[in-house]
């Protein structure tokens, strides 16, 4: 099955029951398996007339209880920001999927990871942070399309799910979870006021020590998903000089590159994180006590680069390369930097030896 | 004995308004909280309020409700109303929010012909931000934005949203109404209560423009407001029902 299509059917066994949004390459078949499957399964579908409008339609739907779900590609999730925003601020849950392609602007639709920042830094205006879901195989944009529904929930937030071109046209074998459709109830949701009490679902709050409380309470929530909801994978790192970091599609490729260079004698590892915004921090620093040489690979200039400086806290030597634009990149060429750097740190060893 | 000036069901109590003297945001209030119990909806009622003068009307409506970004309210009620089809969705925005920002949203949800209801306040000026020029703005009205008066030449000529959408199949019910007058609020309530009922009914969409002064901006008496919505707004702004497909009429 496609990324894409994996995207939807996961979506739809994780008793998502709504979907909104417009078309854009390469994430169209998503839209498209979900304006088949969704009604067939007793949801809606509507493909709205622009992707902000189909953000504020999953803040309607999401507002009601009902799990949603919107995708598009990098210039269609500008669009959404101020959506994502108000979504972080009535503290709505809904999930997000990114399918990267090359910018800036129009850019093209090959595959890229040049919004990382634009998600793990809010991307909208305003005080919050997204929980960001990176999967790096179609099986696990099944897997992970599941819990990111069940993380939006959990914490009333939205959450975004950034894959890229290859991972939504990729073709895997992917087995699904057993579908569910039985949630607690949300007290919050709206319904109608009925017999009770009326509410109301607000993000203006013009009173600025209230909205001050309001941001420290996010930031609380935050701190929580931060503690129980970061991912990360290792990889072959036990005996590892030297390690990768990278992340989906490019973690892929640095796996590739590493089994290659280790046919070379080079001892290299992997760290990949799972989870963007909450960036596996700890992991890293945890690593730098016997790691001297990191090296980052981005299809971006340099993005997740900055979330690795700032965990290492200058403790270790962090290389970059990185392939913007819509360049996939070699298992040969990732191979090629890491064979290189290690030299580099031999060299530096000998020397000061 | 009937009581005549009974207070609304779902019109909260003990709040002060922060809406100006004779603005017409107030009156409109009363009409739609007023509706709300005489035909029963308050209890399935939600209503999408927008960014502009009447993002406070949670302050008043004793019903749940949803403040949209600026202009997203007809796309946030699709998406409450396609969820939760039981439930009665209504927006209510500003002239600015509906015909300037929320253009295309507001276009598209009625050419879907979505079963919401939108209360349309046209005030012919932003009130929010403090009186700038709005889509409505008439030829020659001076705003913060048009101290020399709106000139068609660099401005454009007043947008007539509704009269455009009123002819998509998908919009059963349009009709523009005036609050310049007892009797104009009247025709407010019936024009709003045929709006209501078309969704009620599960016919499609349905909206209600509203001239509505906003003595603040225009620099007016409340008075002389109601006269010039009656002597200068309504020659542009013919009020009249724009369409009505419901089928028998009203
Ligand atoms: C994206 C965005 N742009 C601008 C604003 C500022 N703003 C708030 S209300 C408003 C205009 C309100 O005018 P109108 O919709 O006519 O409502 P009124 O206050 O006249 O009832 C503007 C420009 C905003 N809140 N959000
Ligand atoms: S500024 Fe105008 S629209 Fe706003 S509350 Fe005052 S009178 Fe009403
Ligand atoms: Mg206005």
Redesign the interface.
């Known amino acids: 099955m496609s990324g894409n299509h994996t995207f939807g059917e996961a979506a739809i066994r994780a008793g998502c029951r709504s979907y909104f949004g417009y078309p854009i390459t390469p994430q169209n078949e998503l839209g498209e398996y979900m304006s088949e499957h969704l009604p067939a399964n007793g949801g809606v579908f509507v493909q709205s007339e622009s992707e902000t409008a189909a953000i504020n339609m999953v803040i309607g739907a999401a507002a009601t209880g009902t799990r949603v779900m919107t995708s598009s590609s990098s210039p269609g999730i500008s669009l959404k920001q101020e959506g994502i925003s108000f979504l972080a601020g009535f503290q709505l849950p809904a999930v997000i999927v990114n399918v990267m392609r090359g910018g800036p602007g129009l850019g093209n639709i090959a595959p890229a990871q040049g919004d990382y920042f634009q998600a793990t830094r809010g991307g909208g205006h305003g005080d919050y942070r997204t929980p960001v879901f990176a999967p790096g195989s179609v099986q696990e944009v099944a897997d992970l399309t599941r819990v990111a529904f069940d993380v939006a929930d959990r914490y009333r937030t939205p959450v975004m799910v950034l894959g890229d071109g290859m991972l939504g046209q990729m073709k895997e074998p992917v087995v699904f979870p057993e579908p569910i459709s039985d949630f607690p109830e949300k007290e919050w949701a709206l319904k109608g006021r009925g017999d009770g009490p009326s509410r109301y679902m607000a993000s203006l709050i013009l009173d600025p020590m209230e909205m001050e409380r309001h941001n420290w309470e996010l930031v609380r929530k935050y701190q929580v998903i931060a503690k129980n909801e970061t991912r990360y994978e290792e990889y072959m790192l036990d005996d590892a000089k030297i390690v990768a970091v990278a992340y989906g599609t490019t973690a892929r490729i640095a796996k590739a590159a590493i089994k290659r260079v280790r046919k070379e004698g080079v001892p290299a590892g992997l760290l990949r994180p799972i989870t963007l915004w909450p960036f596996p921090k700890e992991p890293l620093q945890n690593l730098a006590r016997r790691i001297e040489d990191f090296v980052v690979f981005e299809m971006s200039t340099g993005q997740m680069l900055e979330d690795v400086l700032l965990s290492l806290e200058g403790k270790a030597r962090v290389a970059f390369h990185g392939r913007p634009g819509g360049v996939v990149p070699t298992p040969v060429e990732f191979a090629r930097v890491l064979y290189r750097e290690y030299q580099r740190q031999m060299r530096v060893n000998n020397e000061t030896a | 004995m009937k009581l005549l000036n009974k207070w609304p069901d779902?019109y909260k109590k003990d709040v002060a308004t922060h809406y100006c003297p004779g603005c017409g945001h107030g009156i409109v209030h009363r009409i739609v909280a007023e509706l709300m119990e005489e035909m029963d909806l308050?209890?399935?009622?939600?209503c999408?309020n927008p960014a502009g003068c009447a993002?406070?009307a949670?302050k008043y409506?004793?019903?749940?409700?949803?403040?949209?970004?600026h202009g997203?309210g007809t796309?946030?009620?699709?998406?409450?109303?396609?969820?939760?089809p039981e439930?009665?969705v209504f927006t209510y925005q500003g002239d600015g929010d509906l015909s300037a920002i929320g253009t295309?949203?507001t276009?598209?949800s009625a050419n879907?012909g979505e079963h919401i209801t939108v209360i349309f306040i046209n005030n012919a000026v932003y009130g929010m931000t403090g009186g700038q020029m709005a889509p409505t703005t008439l030829v020659g009205q001076r705003t913060t934005t048009t101290p020399g008066g709106r000139n068609p030449k660099f401005d454009g000529f007043p947008l007539h949203i509704t009269d455009v959408i009123a002819k998509f199949p998908g919009v059963i019910y349009a009709e523009r109404v005036a609050v310049n007058g007892p009797a104009g609020i009247q025709r407010t309530k019936r024009a709003i209560r045929n709006a209501f009922q078309v969704q009620v009914d599960g016919l499609g969409y349905s909206i209600v423009e509203v001239l509505s002064p906003c003595p603040t901006n225009w620099k007016m008496t409340p008075e002389d407001s109601f006269k010039w919505i009656t002597e200068v707004m309504a020659k542009e702004f013919v009020p009249g029902v724009l369409t009505d497909k419901r089928g028998g009429g009203d």
């Open positions: 779902y308050g209890r399935r009622a939600i999408v993002v406070l949670y409506f004793d019903i749940d409700m949803i403040e949209s970004a997203r796309a946030i009620a699709t998406g409450v109303k396609r969820v939760k439930l009665f295309a949203e276009i598209h879907r």
